[in-house]
């Protein structure tokens, strides 16, 4: 089959849409659509044509390096806009300068071309996810065993968000059993991936804490069957908590916020919890193992607590990589087997809004996903 | 033998002095020397004439329950004073109020009265040193397999400080090996504990490095033989601080402090580090973790750091008793023979007064031992 290279490389375009993100030393990120060669395969190796590649926050970080995703400025030349970086990003700057960095987490599409090996030929035609990155792009290169083989009859939209969202929910899950504890907190527990985690744990059996920051997110989650849910823009915010967690026993929360107080206030609602439940003490407090780890940076600034919980407790970054590195290959494997599985249901993703490629580099649209709002969540479709 | 009861009875007074806190409900503190009856064994148990006992700064939350050590008054009444309680001390308040607390975590002194066991017969006359609470007293009562046997020549002052510091030291190079670093960061290192720390690295090939806050503790520290020593008092601190976390790799940090930015500087400082050791990454820093234990809180106020050091780190309480339940009885017995078995050398302490229970109640000397400074240390000596 060695002909059907040069009569690929004739019939298809050698070039295609990817979306860049550039730093520059005067201090400016650069955002952009650009013309770059169409990748392709080594033996092993496959090419997605994408179709679907949601904006999640954890996307953020290499996009917008910090920028404020409100005061974008169109250029004059081509589909492209800049933002100023904020004072502190200088360590930031050095290490990014006029480097431009593709960007886009996970997404799916279909296998146009595929190496020689009976691996890669096995994908052709097949709609597959993947998250190794650049997946703004119109096509993407990955090898075949990085490939999510999706069930008939599901679409590159609907196979978007394999990964990041679902792995992390289920890597939650997994922690909390593998640490012992037997129920979990979560904040900004709206969100899509907050919505998937209730869903998980009604499935489960697990008592799950959502906090959130609206009345409105409250009637989300009950909606979806959230048993426990308090608002933490309430005033009666503090003894909520310290009650549900009384009732709940959880000793672990995963926290999207990262900074300011909240972190440690959960920390110390645990510890007043189990005080209240009479549980072992040392002369500092709860000798019961008081957990959190930090998996998102939704409110900037620094992390602050007051010591008040004793002298058991810990804090902590979450990574999914890590985690997935922790339990193994195998486990790994089952987790993503269980999403490509369950993905119209317990897996199952919405969208505020769809763009392509050049539309998710206006100002406006920045200004919009770089928020990061619960229901404001934007999917970018390549081939548009 | 029963009839040496009545006539020990007879003999011996039946008061002792103790030293006790207790909170009024007004929001102060009183500290009191106070008659109590003596205690009498039971059969597993054995009476100790206590002759030295350390305040560590361990001590002092029980002791003080954070009042101001500047501000106390001498009550009329016997040896008492009057301290001002923090306007956030309403919940300790509630747990505490009108309740005398005995202090004291540990001391030495000799066994003079036994309950019928052997292995409470086994230690009568012999000098001794226990952790179990109520050691400012001048006689504590004692399970005879909670007494470490000093060795023949081994004074009660020089026995007064065998598990706070010595097995503190000792778990933080058990918690190093037991989760994989190599090397130990630790601050307020001039301590009583920083030097014998110090002692025990130098002695195990262990890289340790010192962070202290004043330029004379950095030649104390070198003086018995310490490699790495970096002064936060230095504009070159944080030049200084990653240089040697290069140098030595140290992934794992011991914090005395608690409160401000340190904490969160020295986990900034190892990513900085890893990052010049060229270790393997992730999208959001360094792929090593980093790991903080802060077992003290010398520096009041609340932690505050900027989570400028990727996703793989840990902060979290260090307390000794919940690690010798991690490790187990068998561990902890070995911990403490090598503790009996180098108190002279290793595990020497110094302290810079020695006083009397009443001389340790007056608003002079509670000023002084409630600074927590290097070089202030005192021992109790009740018998005096």
Not at 40 to 52: L, N, S, T
Not at 88 to 101: F, G, N, Q, Y
Request: aromatic share 6%; glycine share 10%; with cysteine.
């Amino acid at each position: 089959m060695w002909f059907i290279y040069p009569i690929l490389v004739l019939q298809e375009p050698t070039t295609m849409l990817q979306m860049q993100s550039t730093v520059r030393a005067d201090g400016h990120l650069e955002l952009a659509v650009v013309d770059v060669p169409q990748p392709e395969p080594g033996a092993d190796e496959v090419v997605i044509r994408v179709e679907a590649a949601p904006i999640n926050p954890s996307d953020l970080g290499l996009l917008l390096a910090g920028a404020d995703p409100t005061g974008a400025q169109a250029l004059a030349q081509g589909s492209a806009v800049r933002l100023k970086l904020p004072p502190e990003a200088t360590a930031l700057i050095a290490a990014r300068v006029d480097r431009p960095m593709p960007c886009g987490n996970e997404g799916a599409g279909v296998v146009v071309a595929a190496g020689e090996s009976e691996a890669a030929q096995a994908l052709l035609g097949k709609t597959v996810a993947t998250w190794r990155g650049a997946m703004y792009s119109q096509f993407k290169l990955s090898h075949a065993d990085q490939c999510l083989v999706l069930q008939e009859g599901t679409t590159p939209a609907e196979a978007a968000s394999c990964f990041v969202n679902p792995l992390t929910v289920l890597g939650m899950v997994g922690t909390m059993r593998l640490e012992g504890h037997t129920a979990l907190v979560h904040t900004a527990a709206a969100s899509n991936l907050g919505q998937m985690l209730q869903k998980v744990c009604t499935a489960e059996g697990i008592d799950l804490v959502n906090i959130v920051r609206r009345p409105q997110h409250v009637e989300l989650l009950r909606g979806i069957g959230a048993k426990h849910v308090v608002d933490s823009s309430l005033d009666s915010f503090w003894a909520d908590l310290v009650e549900t967690l009384t009732e709940t026993g959880a000793t672990l929360a995963f926290d999207a916020t990262g900074g300011g107080d909240l972190p440690g206030r959960i920390l110390a609602a645990m510890e007043s919890a189990q005080t209240r439940l009479g549980s072992a003490t040392t002369p500092y407090g709860s000798a019961v193992h008081k957990q959190l780890y930090i998996y998102g940076g939704l409110q900037r600034g620094p992390t602050v607590f007051d010591r008040t919980f004793g002298m058991a407790w810990g804090m902590g970054g979450w990574l999914l990589p890590i985690y997935l590195d922790r339990v193994g290959p195998e486990e790994s494997g089952r987790m993503r087997q269980r999403v490509a599985d369950e993905i119209k249901t317990t897996f199952a993703s919405s969208y505020g809004k769809k763009v392509s490629l050049t539309e998710a580099v206006t100002p406006e649209a920045i200004s919009r996903y770089g928020r990061i709002s619960t229901g404001e969540k934007y999917l970018i479709e390549p081939q548009r």
